[in-house]
């Protein structure tokens, strides 16, 4: 039995590795998943949330470039190694974009930065609190490859960053609905009877509620916040898992294998779950990528809506909302470029749900 289990996942395996859209999306949300973890080691700017705002520099195009002079603190925070690489810098030096500077013998005069081809106000500041007067090591030009926003955010390092919200909110909210769908549905086709017609009666009531209104219901009761969207989506996916492994268990308890394990003795709970359900993972598998697609179309919607992730974390349905009115400002790639982001992980997603689908088919 083992044996005939491995040689089917072998050539379910080489099913899928012959589908070039499959392999390409697999490789696609791998990569996704890699900078959604290390986002604050790949972005330019690693603060937390990428919230370094400078207003001078809002809204400037792709591959802006402009001199910033950091302003070292006297505050000395501690924090560890790993704080820093998974949940960013907390930085409490200040940043400055600045159009030009001298040097006298114990002053650093400068210009703040100002657009539109106005003058910046001129400054001074010591030498002195530079360390060492090594006034060179904190003035550097930054590029920023997608420009900055509204509020004059590397908006790079937000996409980056904003990742994170998009992608594990697929994982969590379709883990959520496998649990109390599998659960639920197979309770009821196994059993039927009055349990399934109640069970059924509770997912055609949630079925009946949009999943929108249903969700920002959840929301609400739960309150604003990152964990609190993840628990409300998921628990509003699991009718469309809880109704697909109802009508696979409802067929597949008639089959012959099932009988047979029933004469050998075997309970309920080994039955459906080493039996049936195995059996059954292929429409189960292509739900779960739906799933993931929607669960993403669903956060950024939230976000959208001002009802998900809060301010100042990034999310790329939250940018979406901050920047649409830029397209008929001029400005369109603010408000595109997650878009195109969130575009193509529910498209990775969908193209690997029926790559798996039709390698897990024993059909073909």
């Known amino acids: 039995m083992s044996n005939n289990n491995g040689s089917l996942t072998k050539l379910a395996l080489q099913k899928f ?28 700017d690693d603060s937390q949330n990428a919230n370094q705002m400078h207003l001078s520099i809002h809204s400037k195009p792709p591959g802006f470039k402009v001199t910033l002079l950091n302003l070292p603190s006297e505050l000395n925070i501690e924090q560890s190694f790993f704080s820093k690489v998974f949940f960013g810098k907390l930085k409490t030096d200040t940043e400055i974009p600045i159009s ?10 400068y210009t703040e930065y100002a657009s539109d081809g106005l003058i910046g106000v001129e400054k001074s500041i010591d030498l002195s609190r530079f360390p060492n007067r090594d006034y060179q090591h904190y003035i550097k030009e930054k590029t920023f490859i997608f420009g900055t926003d509204k509020y004059g955010r590397d908006l790079l390092s937000r996409v980056l960053i904003g990742s994170r919200i998009s992608f594990f909110i697929g994982f969590i909210a379709v883990f959520i609905s496998l649990v109390i769908g599998i659960v639920m549905g197979s309770i009821a086709g196994f059993y039927g009877g009055k349990i399934d017609a109640f069970i059924m009666w509770i997912i055609n009531v949630t079925w009946s ?31 469309e898992v809880a109704r ?5 268990i409802i067929s597949a308890k008639e089959m012959q294998y099932v009988t047979a394990a029933r004469a050998l003795g075997f309970n309920d ?92 088919d024993v059909k073909n």
């Not at 859209?21 to 330019?44: C, E, H, K, R």
């Not at 969700?215 to 009718?239: D, P, R, Y």
């Open 17 to 44: 590795k012959k589908n070039f859209w499959g392999v390409l999306s697999f490789w696609l949300i791998v990569s996704i998943g890699f900078i959604s973890v290390f986002a604050y080691v790949l972005a330019p």
């Open 100 to 109: 030009n500077y001298t040097v006298d013998d114990h002053t650093l005069n």
């Open 209 to 239: 509620i949009p999943t929108l209104l249903l969700v920002i219901a959840i929301t609400l009761a739960l309150g604003k916040g990152f964990w609190q969207v993840f628990i409300a989506v998921g628990l509003t996916m699991w009718v």
């Open 244 to 248: 697909v492994v109802r009508g696979q």
């Open 269 to 360: 709970y080994r039955i459906i779950t080493k039996h049936i359900l195995p059996n059954i993972m292929a429409p189960i598998i292509v739900i779960s990528a739906a799933n993931f697609a929607a669960a993403i179309l669903i956060e950024s919607g939230l976000s959208f809506l001002g009802i998900g992730a809060q301010p100042p974390m990034s999310s790329w349905g939250a940018m979406i909302k901050d920047h649409y009115n830029y397209i008929i400002l001029g400005k369109p790639y603010l408000a595109l470029i997650p878009g195109l982001c969130i575009m193509i992980l529910v498209m990775a997603f969908m193209l690997i749900g029926n790559a798996l689908r039709d390698a897990l």
